[in-house]
């Protein structure tokens, strides 16, 4: 069964994507399966310098899922160029950059070092990351900054599909979503992870060292499913749905509300290989559904 699709203008062969964060920069997953047949691998949030990220404990189990805090620690943008990426196999599965800065300036000169990178796909601009104190999610909880932000990335690369991802953390995503796609984006994924938190009543301290944090797994899933669902009825640009996905039928679910693809995120600790099964497992399950294509498939929900 044939399950390539169209996102914004780049092809992928199927929708099953790595979520950024979750997957290193895709060499670490290397041993678990064939990096070829993923859609196409996000990789672990880059900024201009390299940081790291927050103080332990930076990670906490939480009931149907998990928090963390890790503050976005990478290894800066020159050393994915240098050491990273030659080694992904960009000519046979997209490699697609995801960028943190701290401001609409840094933003646009990360985007044109990596527009230029001709092994960069697309980029995944993250305005929604609730665990650093300047710049995420200070984005993404605002359309005016939120476009903003798009506008100046867009300019600085203006040939790459551009993919903004959002936040969960905000009153209404819709209004989100539209205010990026004037904007300029390409194509929209979402959700990044929900704000939250967990406490010690013995020690009567904080889980994490940065107090709080980002919720994700099966426990957020109703929440990004709703949220794709209704960003799907208000946009025209293809959008990417992503929190708590952890099976073939839960990736379907989110194409059947709209999403065009799906990444998957903390099912990669829980299971390093799963993310390939799932490659296999989805065209199976379409004929299981009597599903002759992933397009008819895509926005069947019948609500009335």
């Not at 670490?28 to 990220?53: H, M, T």
């Not at 946009?235 to 996905?245: M, Q, S, T």
């Not at 999403?259 to 290989?273: E, K, L, S, W, Y």
């Not at 379409?286 to 609500?303: D, I, N």
Request: proline share 7%; with cysteine; net charge neutral.
């Amino acid at each position: 069964m044939n399950t390539s699709v169209d996102l914004g203008g780049l092809r992928l062969k199927n929708p099953i994507m790595s979520a950024s964060g979750t997957f290193g920069y895709g060499l670490e997953f290397a041993p678990y399966g064939d990096l070829q047949k993923l859609g196409a691998i996000v990789v672990k949030g880059l900024s201009l310098q390299p940081r790291s990220g927050n103080p332990p404990p930076r990670i906490t189990e939480t009931p149907c899922g998990m928090l963390n805090a890790i503050g976005l620690q990478n290894v800066g943008v020159e050393k994915f160029l240098r050491e990273k990426l030659p080694f992904l196999p960009a000519d046979k599965t997209p490699v697609i950059a995801n960028l943190y800065a701290q401001g609409a300036g840094e933003f646009a000169e990360l985007a044109a070092i990596l527009g230029d990178e001709p092994k960069v796909s697309a980029l995944e601009i993250n305005i929604s990351c609730p665990n650093v104190r300047c710049g995420g999610v200070q984005f993404g909880q605002d359309p005016e900054a939120a476009a903003f932000v798009t506008r100046q990335v867009r300019r600085a690369c203006p040939d790459k599909p551009l993919i903004i991802k959002l936040s969960p953390n905000v009153t209404d995503i819709r209004v989100i979503a539209r205010s990026v796609q004037e904007a300029g984006a390409d194509i929209i994924s979402l959700i990044n992870t929900l704000g939250g938190m967990a406490v010690d009543i013995h020690s009567r301290k904080p889980r994490l060292a940065n107090t709080v944090g980002g919720l994700s797994g099966p426990a957020v899933k109703p929440v990004a499913l709703k949220m794709v669902y209704e960003v799907c009825g208000v946009v025209d640009i293809p959008v990417i749905g992503l929190g708590g996905i952890c099976s073939a039928r839960d990736a379907l679910e989110f194409i059947m509300v709209g999403a065009h693809a799906v990444q998957i995120g903390t099912a990669n600790f829980m299971r390093p290989d799963l993310i390939f099964d799932l490659v296999d497992e989805l065209p199976v399950l379409l004929a299981e559904l009597g599903v002759e294509s992933l397009e008819k498939f895509r926005g069947s929900l019948e609500t009335a």
